[in-house]
């Protein structure tokens, strides 16, 4: 299908031709001295060659979001299909040590589903099974860390240190005043007395959460986060904080 859906309505892509080796399994192991890239790259290469498909950039057109940027896909795109082996090792040349730790779990647990060459029924969990895997390599390889670090960096260079955060709280509106220096006053008392370095560090925790990738907003002119929510199994995103609007202070 094509790329821009949203991840929890399901897949309907057009799944390619299947193979009697089409495999699942733990896959190739990095022993003795082949690196864990190199196992990596041969695991890749091995459900190439034996499917009518590439992986991972099938996840592309069945995974990917518009706000979400793997570099493998931009590797599928540039790359005819001619050598299952220049293919895998230039998807992990462009991978961060991370996300390329991310990714063999995918590729063996997604290999069995587009293998049986059964698309799936409207309005189901696609990759259901998966959905572990998949969010775990989103957090490492669609962009959210870089988008996080950028965002740090708009904050800090804003130069804000005393400013009113007001977020959704219930049927109103939680109001935090924050002044350098002294602890952040909340109102109403028992709201939380987020700060932009809280929520920012909230961000950096879901992306390091196993079977967890953050949905984020952020504000385009001072970096801040304007919502936050948590992508895990197969339910909708579960909103942590939103509608942050942040008001310097004189």
């Not at 459900?47 to 590439?54: G, R, S």
């Not at 992990?92 to 990714?103: D, G, I, K, Q, S």
Request: proline share 7%.
């Amino acid at each position: 299908m094509g790329g821009g859906g949203d991840v929890s309505s399901g897949g309907t892509s057009a799944l390619a031709g299947t193979s009697a080796n089409s495999g699942g399994e733990s896959g190739l192991t990095a022993t003795g001295g082949v690196s864990q890239r190199q196992s990596a790259v041969a695991e890749c290469q091995h459900y190439c060659e034996t499917l009518d498909y590439l992986l991972p950039q099938a996840l592309c057109e069945d995974w990917n979001r518009p706000e979400w940027d793997p570099p493998f896909c931009g590797v599928g795109q540039a790359m005819p299909r001619t050598s299952c082996a220049d293919y895998c090792t230039k998807v992990y040349e462009a991978l961060t040590p991370e996300c390329a730790a991310r990714l063999p779990p995918v590729i063996r647990c997604v290999a069995p589903t587009y293998a049986s060459g059964v698309l799936p029924p409207p309005n189901s969990c696609w990759l259901g099974d998966c959905r572990a895997q998949l969010f775990s390599m989103t957090s490492a390889c669609y962009g959210l860390q870089e988008r996080l670090a950028a965002a740090r960096a708009t904050w800090q260079a804003s130069g804000v240190v005393d400013y009113q955060l007001s977020y959704d709280w219930k049927d109103s509106k939680a109001q935090v005043v924050v002044r350098a220096g002294s602890e952040a006053a909340v109102t109403p008392a028992n709201a939380i007395a987020w700060t932009v370095p809280k929520v920012f560090d909230e961000v950096e925790r879901s992306l390091h959460e196993p079977g967890v990738a953050p949905s984020v907003t952020y504000d385009v002119d001072l970096g801040y986060v304007v919502s936050l929510a948590r992508q895990q199994g197969c339910a909708g995103a579960s909103a942590q904080v939103s509608g942050i609007e942040v008001a310097p202070l004189r």
